[in-house]
């Protein structure tokens, strides 16, 4: 139970007077915060000793140690970790000072020194100058778009771009080398008895002869073999593979050569042949062809190898790199299908000429043309307004793969060159971080880590830590780093954290890093440090100008207000991002932080301002409290919410505030409401809307009130209650106060009126405004959630404690508000009533020779004036009230004016007629439109039935109703003698079928006829059927319309005449059985009558009703058509 009891509550709830700053007795000092679980302080770095002096030299050397194991965390033990956290929670809870913000990660530079760019611009002028080879299908054939493109790559001038390039011309060329890797073979020619061959490959490069024939496509076979036209020191054999069909080798030759345009690659592929004896040779046969074999090497000498196939290639038709499969040519005509060679080619240089191919290793000359190269692809989008996506130029890709490939750059070097260009231009320029997935992917395929020199592998090292630190700095500022008012800024967070995910993934990152932290332990602490910054960050931009508790604050309501936004984004960008990559639920984790920040600095806060709250800082201390129970809410989709948090009970903070919330809920409403009062004219909105505009304001003044009563929200439940009852109170009140507020605006605005009218009309809209009031009021259970209220307060109040206090002072309102009603609606009937009893006078001072009828005409016309008038400008319920108290007071008028006249039979006459007509006529005011509509049709089936006349026509139907089906069905048979409607003499009949009255049959529509042309006497013999249950079709009025019309093409239909069948009369709904044999029924044709009808007038007046105002446009339409067409007799 809450330490504030009721009783001490309501007084200061029901007390206005009581100074705002009182104190409560009773109140238990409110339990500081407690402290989060885990937070991140930044008074000291890991390993730094605390302040203090050391006493002894085992004190410093207790900190040695200590220090070494906080520099190391992985080493630290369990215990210890935790007294660390323990530790500096302490010191935070104690002073809480601003974090010392992280330096800035200074990347490395991407830039050259004039020195080393004016290298490596020569060795790039050297690698286009001496290209070999065809160009690939996507690179730039042209050498001088080549040294155009590099000129503007390292922004050098013309004039010293010409120096440079001559003295490159004038340097000597380079070895050129052909890089020939024989793979493997298959399908070559058995040519042991075994079936199999021992192949081996002869290869060399034949200079200053070219391939005859052109293209290696169209190239002759060769007779020559290698070992006859290449010096045998420049011949290159590979090893034999026994007893195969698909030999594999697998090895590489350097074959130099020096004019690519005379130069041509030869091998030859041989069957190496041992000397065997005939039992050997024997002993392998397998087949005849093998015996046929072994008598062609009689033949031969001992020892000669057999050919093979051979392939001849012209150098110049090579591209730097070839990858494929040749087919063995052969030297004769006998087997033309001798298998393929694998083979792989590269155009290499030796002995560059360059200072930096001299002075520096190939893989680092490689990896600054790339960084040079792509800083410029990237420096060249953004002056374009664009982002960088990763893609070369063709420019680039071209100079960059002949630069490789001149210097015989291993896939892999490439890869791990172009992982480190990218992962340090990724630092210091903007551009996709889905730029490096490719290289890793790369490395982590052909990692070997013997492969790499000892200071290779410390440069990747380094690498992977400065770009995981520069990752970790960016994670620790997402929230500026990558704005969500920036559209693809989520996309750029999850692309770095995968990034970072697949190099810490990477098995070269294990082995060069061995110590590192798990990934989504440091994204962790980074996260929580870059709350703590932007936290602090965010307070200082909202440190007001002038120190005050007001200015203060508004300052704490801004910073609240950023927390929470910040935790929506959270919750709904960046958590998903950080759990589907790291399963870091950063929503829950900024949660923790921020509400232990934020709870500390609102109760520095509300303990400042103290129990003296003022309006204006109630005000304040509202905001901050809706804005907190946002921010508090939240918990429920963090893992926190069923832990400890700061912001626990944390309304208690501002119980001394809620007598000025209370207080000021009533002034601005009650100020509201005077002013809503005061600007009415007392004139209805609309037709449909009988109340004045001040009623309107009310309604949003109390709804305003229940808006803050939700708002507030109080948790604790007793106290909830007492507050509940103070808006309950405040609000009746408020209604009383319009209702004295009204009557004298209507008072005020009528005390200048001469016509008595414009004042009754005022009387009618004060009381439609006490009647909507009076709805607004009894929705106050529903608003304020009394339901509700009752099951939390169920256990600390007593039983029907709720039930006495809420619903009592809501029924003592309502009841008076029934009274000021009926106040009204009294002195509206007063006015009427001195009419009716002159009228009554009237009638019985009418010469004899007048009739009755003729004599009540003026008390008729009277009250159908002012009945009208009044059905019109009040609501259904008060006028309902109004008509009661007329007739009471008719009736009262009436037997006084019968004793009066007892001697005069004539007057007693006019009076009972009088009564007669007064009662129909307050019948019909008092019903509803639904019930004038049924009392319509009713009056409408009379007329048929008292038709027998057929000068308009007839239609005859069969109509049955089958209750097991519920299902009524119509044959229409005919109709006959119709009116001829057209210019013609004749017309076109169709009929409509409905259902009436319509809100009886809401979802049956209405069906027609066929349409027939010049045809007075159609025969339709058609059949409807309807679902409809039996219940409706048996209330008086029910009936099914037929409505004969005439068809015109351009213009509106015209009507033929109306018939009216009573559904009740219908067999199966007279009686229980199911209908036998139905007859036929000959309806004759009616009009609407022509001089209108009471009910339509009646319902004409109700103009706030729409479906009394559909009806009665449509019965005046068909009226209207009536009244065109004159009657002809019957031929």
Known sequence: MSPVGPGRLSNWLSSRETPLGSPHPGRHPTPPCPAPPHVWT????????????????????EKATMATLLSHPQQRPPFLRQAIKIRRRRVRDLQDPPPQMAPEIQPPSHHFSPEQRA????????????????????????????????QEAFHVEPKEHQQTLQRVRELEKPIF????????????????????????????????????????????????????????????RTQVITQTLNPVWDETFILEFEDITNASFHLDMWDLDTVESVRQKLG???DLHGLRRIFKEARKDKGQDDFLGNVVLRLQDLRCREDQWYPLEPRTETYPDRGQCHLQFQLIHKRRATSASRSQPSYTVHLHLLQQLVSHEVTQHEAGSTSWDGSLSPQAATVLFLH???????????????????????????????CLLHPITSIEYQWIQGRLKAEQQEELAASFSSLLTYGLSLIRRFRSVFPLSVSDSPARLQSLLRVLVQMCKMKAFGELCPNTAPLPQLVTEALQTGTTEWFHLKQQHHQPM?????????????????VIGDLHQCQR??????????KIHLFSMAFRELQWLVAKRVQDHTTAVGDAVSPEMGESLFQLYISLKELYQLRMSSSERDGVLALDNFHRWFQPAIPSWLQKTYNEALARVQRAVQMDELVPLGELTKHSTSAVDLSTCFAQISHTARQLDWPDPEEAFMITVKFVEDTCRLALVYCSLIKARARELSSGQKDQGQAANMLCVVVNDMEQLRLVIGKLPAQLAWEALEQRVGAVLEQGQLQNTLHAQLQSALAGLGHEIRTGVRTLAEQLEVGIAKHIQKLVGVRESVLPEDAILPLMKFLEVELCYMNTNLVQENFSSLLTLLWTHTLTVLVEAAASQRSSSLASNRLKIALQALQRDLELQAASSRELIRKYFCSRIQQQAETTSEE??????????????????????????????????????????TLEPRHEFPELAARETQKHKKDLHPLFDETFEFLVPAEPCRKAGACLLLTVLDYDTLGADDLEGEAFLPLREVPGLSGSEEPGEVPQTRLPLTYPAPNGDPILQLLEGRKGDREAQVFVRLRRHRTKQASQHALRPAP
């Open 42 to 61: 930044h008074s000291r770095k890991w390993g730094e000793n605390p302040p203090g002096p050391s006493t002894s030299g085992q004190g410093r050397a």
């Open 119 to 150: 290298l490596l611009y020569e060795d790039a002028l050297y690698t286009v100058l001496h290209r070999l080879g065809q160009p690939e299908p996507n690179h730039v054939t042209e050498a001088s778009e080549l040294l155009r493109y590099l």
């Open 177 to 236: 080398c052909l890089k020939a890797t024989v793979k493997q073979a298959k399908g070559i020619l058995g040519k042991d008895v075994s079936g199999f061959s021992d192949p081996y490959c002869l290869l060399g490069i034949e200079q200053g002869v070219g391939v005859p024939g052109g293209s290696p496509g169209s190239r002759q076979r060769q007779k020559a073999v290698v070992r006859h036209t290449i010096p045998e020191e420049e011949t290159h």
């Open 284 to 286: 392998e046969l397998t």
């Open 404 to 434: 490789a490939t001149q210097k015989d750059l291993s896939d892999f070097h490439q890869s791990m060159a172009q992982w480190l260009a990218y992962s340090r231009l990724y630092q210091s320029l903007e551009f996709p971080s889905s």
């Open 546 to 562: 002038v120190q005050g508790i007001p200015e203060a604050g508004k300052a704490l309501l801004g910073l609240v207000q950023d």
């Open 573 to 582: 960008t960046w958590d998903k991002i950080f759990h589907n990559t790291l």
């Open 952 to 993: 308009l026509g007839a239609v005859t139907v069969k109509a049955s109703y089958r209750a097991s089906e519920q299902k009524l069905r119509v044959e229409l048979l005919s109709a006959s003698s119709l009116l001829p409607l057209d210019s013609n003499g004749s017309s076109d009949p169709f009929v409509q079928l």
